[in-house]
């Protein structure tokens, strides 16, 4: 049993009674595809984010993908993503027919080395996808005069960023389209898959829209070919629970995540990444560098804190993108934070008790040592 454990669902939904209320009202409607809720949740989220358009989608990885669809990239084309990102990217980017080109991550923001992305900039490349991982945030205004320069599109991966910022500005709405998951451990959850894209562009959003249902224009014709990806009437029951939780739930985030660079910071062996001014970040992951990660993470898992490492085999170097052909070594920033990241629950479920005792946890094992 783990005194500090890392998913918060059980909690979150300890009493389910007011969604499954939700849920008999649901059902005898027969309102079960693209339904009230869906056109509910969607106008909701739009007006969170700051947006004209919240298209609901099957996944958070569909929410990427669709928007590449609609800018027209496929086989032959080039879109350029982080190096550190989770599959889901790339598994977007390839399900187009495009090849991703990866280049490496910042030293302290996980995210994607804007310095780093015009050299990879080729004639085949249709567009940009910056990640903005672990609720941190790429250095948009920089990656946007590279993207108007060279006249790319830029799909945001905002799937771990909801309420992230840059300069103000939310993630999501910097260029053409971003795409955020609501997969259960998600900042804005729901009970399975399911992904949102947003735009303030018209025809993105017409073509999404049909991207999303078979292409179709109405019940008769067919517009395109698209796909089968539409936001549950189900799970947008949930997500019209849930939504108005989330400014709390990103607060409480930031506030653990605050308690936590105030008690890791002093530790001889962890260091804590710089926080850019600029940035506002919602600690979707908790993640420092920590000398002897692996011993620290098996140390905290026998004291009954159920720390995670994301990610232990870089992305780069696994079996299923080897076709991609970078050589080990290519990205030396994504394999440091390999080697040495380590995640702490930062859920807004986690009680101050046992944020010590993780801090005096990772502070006993180095004391140790």
């Not at 409607?29 to 989220?45: C, M, N, S, W």
């Not at 709390?248 to 985030?253: A, F, L, V, W």
């Not at 004291?303 to 970078?326: M, N, R, S």
Request: a negative charge; hydrophobic letters at 40%.
């Amino acid at each position: 049993m783990f005194k500090v454990r890392y998913s918060y669902l059980p909690q979150q939904f300890a009493d389910p009674e007011p969604i499954f209320q939700e849920l008999r009202r649901l059902v005898p409607t027969g309102d079960f595809t693209l339904g009230k809720p869906v056109a509910e949740f969607e106008r909701r989220f739009a007006d969170m984010i700051g947006v004209k358009h919240a298209i609901g989608v099957g996944s958070g990885t569909d929410a990427l993908k669709l928007p590449l669809r609609a800018l027209g990239i496929g086989h032959g084309d080039e879109v350029i993503t982080a190096a550190n990102t989770f599959i889901a990217t790339v598994g977007a980017i390839a399900e187009t027919g495009a090849t991703p080109v990866l280049v490496d991550c910042d030293p302290d923001t996980f995210c994607m080395d804007v310095s780093k992305v015009e050299a990879a900039i080729t004639p085949r490349t249709k567009a940009i996808m910056p990640v903005q991982i672990t609720g941190e945030v790429v250095e948009m205004p920089a990656l946007m005069a590279i993207a108007e320069k060279h006249g790319l599109p830029v799909v945001e991966d905002s799937c771990q960023g909801i309420f992230s910022e840059c300069d103000g500005k939310r993630s999501g709405t910097w260029g053409a389209a971003g795409g955020f998951s609501l997969h259960p451990l998600k900042n804005l959850n729901v009970w399975g898959d399911a992904g949102v894209i947003v735009t303030n562009d018209d025809e993105m959003d017409r073509k999404l829209r049909l991207l999303r249902n078979h292409g179709m224009r109405n019940r008769d014709e067919i517009e395109i070919l698209g796909h089968n990806s539409r936001l549950d009437s189900v799970q947008a029951v949930v997500g019209n629970w849930l939504i108005g939780q989330t400014h709390d739930i990103t607060e409480k985030r930031i506030a653990t995540g605050a308690y936590y660079d105030a008690g890791l910071c002093d530790i001889d062996g962890i260091r804590v990444p710089n926080r850019p001014a600029n940035h506002k970040r919602v600690f979707h992951l908790y993640m420092v560098f920590a000398e002897d990660r692996d011993a620290l993470y098996q140390y905290c898992l026998d004291q009954g804190v159920e720390a995670k490492v994301h990610y232990p085999i870089p992305l780069y170097q696994q079996d299923g993108l080897k076709h991609l052909g970078y050589a080990p070594g290519t990205f030396p920033v994504t394999d440091r934070h390999a080697a040495d990241v380590i995640s702490f629950p930062v859920d807004q479920h986690v009680e101050k008790w046992q944020l010590d005792y993780v801090i005096d946890t990772v502070r006993g094992f180095y004391a140790k040592r």
